[in-house]
């Protein structure tokens, strides 16, 4: 063996569940057990062909074949864990299926109690409003800036939780989202500061931010800043598969890891995939190998890359990093003069084959993903001089539909007592003026338009053009 084989094979990242997996498949046994399918037998053929017999084979849950346990975390899941809390520089990860949606759910389940006032922004994901309906937490709204021109919520600034934290006394958590789904960051170190002069925990729905910790170019990751845990879905932007995400506490954390802990059992299937865990494993893995660092580094350039094209451009513009607040230089909103970001999304999908990630009332939001070549971005900017040059233009109905709810709640009841209330469907046209029983927060962004206990008003009713009937406070 030659020096660079050693050298190689000594820098090899470890991933245990990938390597019990594949253990077990080259060890196959006669299976009496769940899943039904046996290896891809017991289903349709198609289906088959389409995944994959090696996938169907692997498909297995953590009750077999020597692969661990998620809940208690032992075996190779334990061992995972341990390396991604290393990874993330957690004092404790915990996979999760069923997406970020299951840790915040585990923290507001596990930490919060009813009656207890949780400091959060009013464009939180609805995972964290299901959480609350769960534990009977209540929100106090956070209002983050607003930038009008591109139709998106802007930052959390720490004068606002500061002013918070010392005009309420009864705040038990704070949890900010950050960054925004359109890359915008908050100030996490001043927050966090914030938050241990009041000796109140302070949680960070970093959902879109898990690759932050391996590239010094990206924003500072928020358990270097002080927050006492974070959710990062790996599934969005670290390679692993959909569903997939963890949770991660930090060191000095003041949380209560094993109530977490409890919650996360309570919450979580019992058939855990074990496939959903390996990819876990696997995209860990990969942030951490040479190969993965490279992806990252490619996702960055190539998102300067495509900035720099789209400064060229007359009516495209992006959201650029340098506006005056931070963002994650890798997701790229952008808009065009005199097209809603509807009708832009719906330009580069018809004609040209191009699918983004979502798109709102102004504009729309490009991943530049760790998966992405040089030759995607070089297509997209061709579409995009195509657009530029060419004299599109809106159309009446995507203008008259709003997407990115950006409205000051009137709360006249408790979420909680709200959503357990006698409620009744009423004809939209005829809820003004009543009080919502429902989340309306669709996906994507899962910002709320209307939340249980919330007043409707006319403010609301462009956003609710897909809703014939909502269901009211009777
Ligand atoms: C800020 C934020 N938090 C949490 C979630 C939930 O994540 P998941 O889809 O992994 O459950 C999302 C999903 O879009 C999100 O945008």
Not at 59 to 78: Q, R, V, W, Y
Not at 111 to 135: A, D, F, V, Y
Not at 271 to 286: F, K, M, Q, T, V
Not at 382 to 389: A, G, H, S, V
Request: proline share 4%.
């Amino acid at each position: 063996m030659t020096n660079v084989t050693k050298n190689n094979k000594a820098l090899k990242v470890k991933a245990p569940i990938v390597e019990a997996l594949k253990l077990a498949y080259e060890n196959p046994t006669y299976q009496f057990h769940i899943p039904g399918h046996t290896k891809g037998n017991g289903t349709l053929t198609d289906f088959k062909k389409l995944i994959g017999a090696k996938a169907l084979s692997v498909d297995t849950t953590d009750e077999f074949d020597n692969l661990g346990t998620l809940h208690p975390a032992t075996g190779p899941i334990k061992e995972a864990q341990e390396l991604a809390a290393k990874a993330f520089g957690a004092k404790k990860t915990f996979f999760l299926l069923n997406g970020s949606t299951a840790g915040n759910l585990a923290i507001a389940m596990g930490l919060t109690k009813k009656g207890q006032r949780i400091l959060t922004n009013r464009n939180c994901h609805r995972s964290i409003l299901t959480g609350m309906i769960i534990s009977g937490a209540e929100p106090l709204w956070l209002v983050p800036k607003r930038f009008d021109d591109w139709g998106i919520w802007g930052n959390v600034t720490p004068e606002s939780v500061e002013e918070a934290l010392s005009t309420h006394n009864d705040i038990s958590m704070v949890w900010i989202t950050n960054p925004t789904y359109e890359g915008v960051v908050s100030d996490i170190k001043s927050i966090s500061k914030i938050c241990k002069k009041y000796n109140v925990p302070l949680v960070v729905d970093e959902a879109h931010a898990c690759l932050w910790n391996f590239n010094k170019h990206l924003p500072t990751p928020a358990l270097q800043l002080g927050a006492d845990a974070v959710v990062h879905s790996l599934h969005k932007t670290g390679g692993s598969m959909s569903q997939s995400s963890m949770l991660h506490i930090a060191e000095n954390s003041m949380l209560d890891v094993a109530a977490v802990e409890k919650a996360l059992k309570l919450l979580h299937t019992t058939s855990p995939s074990l496939i959903l865990l390996a990819s876990l494993d696997a995209a860990r893995a990969n942030l951490e190998s040479q190969k993965g660092k490279r992806q990252i580094e490619r996702a960055i350039q190539n998102a300067k890359y495509l900035r720099r094209e789209i400064e060229q451009m007359e009516h495209i513009h992006d959201l650029k990093p340098d506006f005056g607040y931070m963002t994650d230089v890798t997701k790229i909103f952008i808009r065009a003069d005199g097209l809603s970001g509807k009708r832009l999304e719906s330009i580069l999908e018809i004609e040209f084959g191009i699918e983004v990630e979502s798109a709102s009332d102004a504009g729309l939001l490009l991943l530049s993903n760790l998966g992405n070549t040089r030759s995607d971005m070089e297509y997209l900017v061709k579409c995009l001089q195509k657009i530029d040059k060419s004299h599109y233009s809106d159309i009446y109905y995507m203008e008259n539909k709003k997407h990115m709810p950006m409205l000051t709640p009137i709360i006249k009841m408790s979420l909680r007592e709200a959503f357990y209330s006698e409620k009744e469907t009423i004809p939209k046209d005829l809820a003004v003026g009543r009080i919502s029983a429902e989340v309306i927060a669709e996906c994507p962004p899962g910002i709320a338009v209307l939340l249980p206990g919330e007043l409707i008003t006319e403010e609301h009713l462009p956003y609710l053009t897909d809703y014939d009937f909502i269901e009211v406070i009777k």
